[in-house]
Structure formats: C-alpha cells, structure tokens
C-alpha cells in the first residue's frame, strides 16, 4: 500500500504581502499542522527596490506559528505563476494556496497569479479571495 500525503501535506504558498497573500498564508500554516511542509513563495518581477529577504521577514513577524511547523522560504526572481507553479512541481506539492487581490474584471481578463496557476499547476490550487479579509470595520462589529 502506498502512503498517501494526506498526514504529511507538502503545501505551497505564493506570499507578496499584501493581506489577501497573508490570510492564504495563514490557511497554509493550518494545513500542513505539525507533521506537513511549508513552502513560502515570494516571487518578483526584476527591479533595483526588490526586497525579497524584507518580504519574508514581514511573514515571519507576522506569523509567529512558522516557527512550530517545518518550512522553507523560496524567494524566486520572474514571474509569480510559473515560479510558484515550479516550486510546486520540484517540492511534490500537494497543494498550492495563493491569495487574490481582486482587480475585477478587466485585470481577469488580462490575467492574474492564481488564474494561471490553475492552468500551470499539477495539483490543486486553493484561491483566497480579497474579501476573506476583515476590515478593521468589520472586525470591530464582529466583536
């Protein structure tokens, strides 16, 4: 009998830091729980004001539960889809989750990460919406 990854989940998360990218980032951490791996993706687009270590600190600081699971940072120069999709592939992921940050219409049109992801990728991709994101609004009514 083959062992499935269900107990130990490979997941893959596109990160860029907005708030869309750390509500998936948060889903993953779930995901993977004690006995999975994380891979943190944080691809860019070449240009001098790049700061990919500062972008994975950002993740750091503002999810103290990496430091209870086993993961890995990934940051990759080029296009966010393929390098998150290449990650995916190299790592047997069995899932990637990204976040969204809802351009509408006219940018779906055009193309976005997770749009392409679900053409490129060889696993499941799990897309967190921009609106999964409480306001500060939303969560003062809430409480």
Not at 34 to 63: F, M, N, S
Not at 110 to 125: D, F, Q, R, T
Request: net charge negative; hydrophobic share 45%.
């Amino acid at each position: 009998m083959t062992p499935t990854t269900d107990t130990h989940p490979i997941v893959v998360v596109g990160f860029d830091g907005s708030p869309a990218s750390h509500v998936a980032l948060s889903r993953a951490i779930q995901r993977v729980g004690a006995t999975g791996t994380l891979y943190l993706v944080h691809a860019w687009q070449e240009r001098p004001d790049a700061d990919p270590a500062g972008v994975i600190e950002q993740a750091e600081r503002a999810h103290p539960a990496l430091a209870g699971i086993r993961w890995d940072a990934e940051p990759i120069a080029g296009p966010a889809a393929t390098a998150i999709a290449d990650v995916a592939q190299v790592r047997g992921a069995d899932e990637i989750i990204v976040g969204t940050r809802g351009f509408g219409r006219v940018r779906a049109l055009l193309g976005s990460v997770a749009h392409e992801l679900i053409h490129l990728a060889a696993c499941p991709v799990t897309v967190i919406p921009e609106r999964m994101v409480e306001t500060p609004a939303e969560t003062a009514v809430a409480a």
